[in-house]
């Protein structure tokens, strides 16, 4: 991750994408594993990046914003008693 994090810092069009993508596969495992609280930390910064790009290039990036919120509702779930 800190390689993503830094290559997005410095080439934000080229990396953005990837960070986010990674941040929404971790909140996935971390959600497998139990550690719910985690993984929605990591589902709430890949949808804050994936907005930034959707308001930068709504036609490439808006379809990918449901996908990370999508997760973000799966891994808070448990967190407030729903099943």
Do not use: F, Q, W
């Not at 993984?39 to 379809?63: C, F, N, Q």
Request: net charge positive; with cysteine; glycine share 8%.
């Amino acid at each position: 991750m800190k390689i993503y994090r830094v290559r997005a810092e410095r080439h934000p069009d080229a990396y953005l994408p990837n960070l986010a993508g990674s941040l929404n596969n971790i909140s996935v495992d971390l959600r497998e594993l139990g550690r719910g609280a985690e993984g929605l930390t990591a589902a709430e910064e890949s949808v804050k990046i994936r907005r930034v790009l959707a308001e930068r290039h709504p036609d490439t990036y808006l379809p990918n914003l449901a996908i990370p919120l999508g997760l973000r509702m799966l891994g808070a779930a448990p967190l407030v008693g729903c099943r």
